[in-house]
């Protein structure tokens, strides 16, 4: 059983940056596909960004040159460094792992089997 713990949110102005991290334990970290995803006030929850074992990534739109996911293996972590936030940024961020996914599977949270608790991530203007 994989488990995941978020963190780093908080509160910045437009234009900052924070760094989410989430911690991993319980399974062989380096074979997972971690993905993070949020959810804003009213809406459902969305994909963000997706690092595979290979550390091949792919993001949303929305968030493609600003957003950077990574992983450290040795340390079981993935993060997300998240620049030149903007208030639609803000939602409760969620870190997420699975196991054998294609590549259509990668951007679906149903195919994730484990989530973290997720973090807030506040923009104000």
């Known amino acids: 059983q994989v488990q995941l713990v978020d963190s780093g949110g908080g509160s910045v102005q437009a234009g900052g940056s924070l760094r989410l991290s989430c911690a991993a334990s319980?399974?062989?970290?380096?074979?997972?596909?971690m993905g993070w995803f949020r959810q804003a006030p009213g809406k459902e929850r969305e994909f963000v960004a997706v690092?595979?074992?290979?550390?091949?990534?792919y993001y949303a739109d929305s968030v493609k040159g600003r957003f950077t996911i990574s992983r450290d293996n040795a340390k079981d972590t993935v993060y997300l460094q998240m620049n030149s936030l903007k208030p639609e940024d803000t939602a409760v961020y969620y870190c997420s792992a699975a196991s054998s996914m294609t590549y259509q599977d990668l951007f679906d949270q149903g195919r994730y089997a484990y989530w973290g608790q997720g973090t807030q991530v506040t923009v104000s203007s």
């Open positions: 319980g399974g062989t970290f380096s074979s997972y596909t």
């Open positions: 690092i595979r074992p290979s550390r091949s990534t």
